[in-house]
């Protein structure tokens, strides 16, 4: 069975930082796009950032860029989400996600996910 587990969330003062990992299990991902989303409450789940599974492509939202950086292990079958400079609009659940549907891994669409782990950013 394959599992999607976040965690590294939290409660944190805006400008702050948080790293968040999500380690997968059941199956390797070491040759799939892996995602990072979040949902704030009454809002839709977005994307935030993804990497290939090379490493050498990674996109992020134009409101996490030069802020969030994805990184990605394949020997510990892992990804990461180093989130910089917080602000309260970054509070949200955020998702582990891997292997998209489709070639537009901007979209909420993949195979698996995490159940998510909540970061709360204070003003």
């Known amino acids: 069975q394959v599992h999607l587990v976040e965690s590294g969330g939290g409660l944190v003062q805006a400008g702050d930082s948080l790293r968040l990992s999500c380690a997968a299990s059941?199956?390797?991902?070491?040759?799939?796009?892996m995602g990072w989303f979040r949902q704030a409450p009454g809002k839709e789940r977005e994307f935030v950032a993804a990497?290939?599974?090379?490493?050498?492509?990674?996109p992020y939202a134009d409101s996490v860029k030069g802020r969030f950086t994805i990184t990605r292990d394949n020997a510990k079958n892992a990804v990461y989400l180093q989130m910089n400079s917080l602000n309260p609009e970054d509070t949200a659940l955020y998702y582990c996600?891997?292997?998209?549907?489709?070639?537009?891994?901007?979209?909420?669409?993949?195979?698996?996910w995490g159940q998510g782990t909540q970061v709360t950013v204070s003003s």
């Open positions: 996600a891997a292997d998209p549907v489709s070639s537009n891994y901007r979209r909420p669409e993949y195979n698996y």
């Open positions: 059941g199956r390797t991902f070491r040759s799939v796009t």
């Open positions: 990497i290939s599974w090379n490493s050498f492509v990674r």
